[in-house]
């Protein structure tokens, strides 16, 4: 993927608070070596494409915050591409910044958009189907997103219902389904025309443009109206004054709900969203009791189906009696919970604020 014209975004402004308490607010998901490899979750999607697309054309998009975090994890990457958000305001703006701020600088620019916190194993097999969907997006002016099978009824993902009665690799998009209760979700992954919409997009920075101009006219106004500064002395100045002005909305309620120029592209590429403590024990290995260890090897577990992160290399985990556990050491909290009502880590997380614990944040 050497074209000139081919970008890419990674978006790593989130919080990641499912993740806590590893994931903070000032150290977020997408800067952890959440896996235990060496590197951090950013690092390993920067490096999945860095051999792929020229490194001028890589674009990290984050909070202001986290700039220097970027910085400090990708030293090869030109500070002015890292785009900083001002404010947190969901992914349809900053995909709208980023698109008019692409656009600016090449009018023919393609835009390859994806997670800062996604697993990829089969990465020959996802590079292929990114290069698929680019040779689409040039030839048409189509909005491409890239869709997993789904291998069980989760009720924690979109969905995307595609036209299968063809077989070309590109589908067009029917509609689109938010996260449905079990019982649809049960029916969804029996039929075979339904995909987990994964939240990476391809297409041109002109069409996504045209796309909210007709789907989200408001966004689109707000950033039209700072094209003179993009990429200028002046842009910083007019985002900090404009952006934390436009709605929270994702670029799926914006958009892609709306538009009918959609399609997607079946993704057998190994995938995980890393959303949660179960979906990392979902991939990790396992020892003899189904438990995963992460950040230890010294440990003695009489423990079944438990997902234990040490804070500590050196420290020695004892446990005993615990069966589907989350147990995470980190710093200043110590979470023991259980793992099928995860879901709850979240609610916990947003009461901090009110009640005035905001050093767990």
Same mark, same amino acid.
């Given at each position: ?33 959440? @896996? ?7 690092? @390993? ?23 220097? @975090? ?292």
């Amino acid at each position: 993927m050497n074209n000139k014209h081919i970008n890419l975004f990674i978006m790593a402004g989130g919080v990641g608070s499912r993740f806590w308490p590893k994931s903070r607010n000032a150290f977020p998901k997408q800067f952890i070596d959440i @896996l235990g490899t060496g590197d951090s979750l950013l690092q @390993l999607t920067y490096n999945r494409f860095k051999d792929y697309i020229n490194n001028d054309n890589i674009h990290i998009v984050t909070n202001q915050d986290y700039k220097q @975090l970027v910085h400090e994890q990708l030293p090869n990457l030109t500070v002015k591409n890292i785009i900083c958000e001002p404010s947190r305001n969901n992914t349809a703006p900053c995909i709208a910044y980023s698109a008019f701020k692409l656009l600016k600088k090449d009018p023919n620019a393609i835009m390859i958009i994806v997670p800062s916190d996604h697993l990829i194993l089969k990465e020959s097999a996802y590079l292929n189907i990114i290069q698929d969907a680019v040779n689409h997006a040039m030839k048409s002016n189509v909005l491409v997103t890239l869709g997993i099978s789904p291998t069980r009824p989760d009720t924690g993902y979109g969905y995307i219902q595609y036209d299968a009665s063809d077989n070309e690799k590109l589908h067009l998009v029917k509609a689109f389904h938010e996260k449905p209760q079990l019982e649809l979700a049960i029916k969804y992954i029996e039929e075979p025309d339904f995909l987990w919409n994964a939240g990476m997009f391809i297409w041109k920075a002109a069409d996504i443009i045209e796309a909210f101009r007709l789907y989200s006219p408001d966004i689109y106004k707000l950033f039209d109206s700072g094209f003179e500064y993009y990429n200028t002395d002046n842009e910083e100045e007019f985002i900090n004054n404009n952006y934390p002005n436009s709605p929270n909305v994702s670029i799926d309620y914006a958009v892609i709900e709306k538009a009918t120029n959609v399609y997607t592209i079946p993704a057998d590429i190994g995938w995980s969203d890393l959303g949660t403590w179960n979906s990392l024990y979902e991939i990790s290995d396992k020892d003899n009791n189904n438990n995963v260890l992460i950040g230890t090897n010294k440990y003695e577990i009489n423990n079944s189906n438990g997902c234990i992160i040490s804070a500590s290399a050196e420290k020695l985990v004892i446990i005993d009696g615990l069966d589907d556990y989350i147990i995470v050491d980190d710093d200043n909290v110590l979470l023991i919970h259980k793992k099928n009502r995860e879901q709850e880590i979240k609610t916990i997380v947003n009461s901090f604020k009110d009640k005035g614990l905001n050093e767990y944040l």
